[in-house]
Each structure stands twice: as C-alpha cells, then as structure tokens.
C-alpha cells in the first residue's frame, strides 16, 4: 500500500523537508506572522521572516520555537500544517506518516507536545529521533557499529552532543546555546560597547560575513558596515565593526559550548575515548559553519574536530533515511500513533 512519508527537521530558525526518492524539498525560516485582530496566519517561512522588526502594532512576526521547543502551540502547529501541505503539494488524500527530529534533552513533556502539534497538524503517525542521531546518519557515520563516533551538532537553538556507538547514544549532552544566542550576544555587545542598537537581521548577516570563533593575524581580519539607532540621540548611524568584535562578543558562548563538549569527553568510557580520538568529533548543524570553530574545539580538546559537507543539512538528511529504513533505526526512534 501507498504511503506518504515526510521528514522534518525543526529548527528553531530554519525548517527543512525532505521527502523519500525526492531529497529537502523545502528550506525555510521557523517563522510565523500573525494578526493580533483576529488571530489569523497571515504568512509562514521566508515570508513571515522579511517581516520581523518591519510589522505594525497589529501584527506580530516571531519564531514559535524556542530553544530548539515548542513555545508557542497553537503557531508551531499552523507552521506545522503550512509545511506539511506544501510538501504534499495541497493533496489531501492521504495523511501522512511524518518524522521530526528533536533534541536530545528535551523533556516528556516537551516531546508530547511535538507529537501532538505534528498529529494535529494533519499527520497520520508521528515518529521522534533525537538530534545528534539523526546528524550522524546524515553525515554517514556508520552509528551501528562497536565503535564510538561523536558528533556535535550545533543549531540554531541548541547544541547537542553526543558519542554514539552500536546504534545508540552512550554520552550526551544538550545546552541551549547556538545561532540565535550568538545573535543576540552580538546585538548585546555592540549596543554595549558602541552605544548602537542593531536587528536580529543585521546580527545573523555580521556574524556570517565576519565572524569567527578565534581572533584572526591582522593580515586576515575583516570589517564591514552595519545599521543602527543611536541609543543617546535615537537617530539612524552607520559603525564599522570588525571580525574582533564578533569573536569577542561570543566568548563567553562558545565557551559554553566547549564546557559541554568536555564534560561528554569526560562521560565517555575509555575504550570509546580512544575511538573518538582517532576519529576526531564530526560538527554538523548551520552554525558550525562559523570560522575557526573546528579550530578552537581542536585547540580546546586535544581532539580533532572537523566540519561535515553540507552541514546544515545533516539532520534533515539523517531524518530522511531513518524514515525511509524505519526497520533498521528503529530502536533509535519513539513511536507515536
């Protein structure tokens, strides 16, 4: 018998859709903008987006996910059912069988409610794999075997870290720092340091262009221009920031991170340990991307750290072939009719 099967990747900034036999069909923002008049959905996903910090008072533009969970019910399942009938293409006939990945520190509570948003969203079944799982299969790391593999999969809600061996994950560890808190720990320093309050939009493009999770030779540094309110005169100005003041102003996050990173190095049995030296630690996730992580998690480790091809798309990818091979992952996913 037919069946539609659709895996998600919920994210707290992107969501990303992939569909058996046809890969990531979608690739749009976590974000939701609704009418406060009469409480209706008014636009989803990149749309929705061009619309934070732009609505009037009778509009609110916001991400329904926090942390990597549900904040917001109501919105999660209205982005929810947007996704699910646009990768069916608005056929309604059949009601899907849908896998989202979640992160692995999420509490009961918490996965009820991703259950119950994705059923009632529209889906016949809901399955739930953890995060740093689903990384793993989609960076194809052979996860079944008697060997350890770690993987740290840095979103933009959460960072998840995890050793997996024989199918499962024998150390982990999940905190609620990624993309978004570097963002808002830019905004923060700037607004400190230079008196400018700047967007959530303009935040994301400085740390994308000019970031870097180490401080660069003078030879490498760069600089750009960004837009903001004066906070003494509250007129426009335009302030050139350079590459410092991003990696200085994610200090005390990344630190964080490495924290974590740590203390599952330190969780990890020995004959494992001596599996993930060898191999090195695998960085998945959008925010992996930023300059000198791999780098820094090297120097502050002592073990080798290396960035997955096509990052930001491992757990979209890893959720997709779980999906489609439901019967050999099946001890690693939690079912829900």
Not at 153 to 176: N, Y
């Amino acid at each position: 018998m037919f069946r539609k099967k659709i895996g998600i990747d919920l994210g707290t900034t992107t969501t990303l859709v992939y569909l058996p036999k046809k890969g990531i069909i979608i690739n749009e923002p976590s974000v939701v903008a609704i009418s406060l008049v009469d409480k209706k959905v008014l636009a989803v996903g990149s749309e929705a987006k061009e619309m934070i910090g732009r609505t009037p008072d009778s509009i609110v533009a916001h991400r329904p996910l926090k942390d990597g969970v549900i904040a917001d019910y109501r919105t999660t399942e209205s982005m929810l059912r947007y996704f699910i009938n646009k990768a069916l293409s608005g056929i309604k006939i059949l009601r899907p069988e849908v896998m989202i990945s979640v992160p692995a520190g999420i509490t009961s509570t918490e996965r009820r409610a991703v259950i119950s948003a994705t059923l009632a969203s529209g889906a016949k079944a809901a399955y739930i794999i953890k995060q740093p799982l689903a990384a793993a299969i989609g960076a194809e790391i052979p996860i079944g075997s008697a060997s350890g593999h770690m993987i740290v999969e840095l979103g933009g809600g959460t960072t998840e870290i995890a050793v997996i061996s024989l199918g499962g994950i024998v150390a982990c560890k999940s905190v609620r720092i990624g993309g978004t808190k570097f963002d808002s720990s830019i905004m923060e320093y700037i607004k400190k340091k230079y008196s400018l309050a700047i967007g959530e939009s303009t935040s994301e493009l400085a740390k994308i262009k000019i970031g870097s999770a180490l401080f660069l030779d003078n030879k490498d540094k760069m600089s750009m221009e960004i837009k903001g309110r004066d906070i003494v005169s509250g007129l426009p100005r335009i302030l050139k920031i350079t590459s410092d003041d991003i990696t200085e102003a994610l200090q005390n996050d990344i630190y964080g991170i490495v924290s974590a990173v740590k203390s599952v190095l330190y969780d990890t049995p020995p004959e494992l340990s001596a599996d993930v030296m060898e191999k090195g630690m695998i960085l998945s996730g959008g925010t992996a991307q930023l300059r000198n992580l791999d780098k820094l998690f090297t120097q502050a480790t002592g073990v080798p750290a290396y960035v997955s091809d096509q990052s930001c798309l491992c757990v979209v990818k890893g959720t997709g072939v779980a999906l489609e091979n439901l019967d050999s992952y099946k001890r690693s996913i939690l079912l829900a009719k």
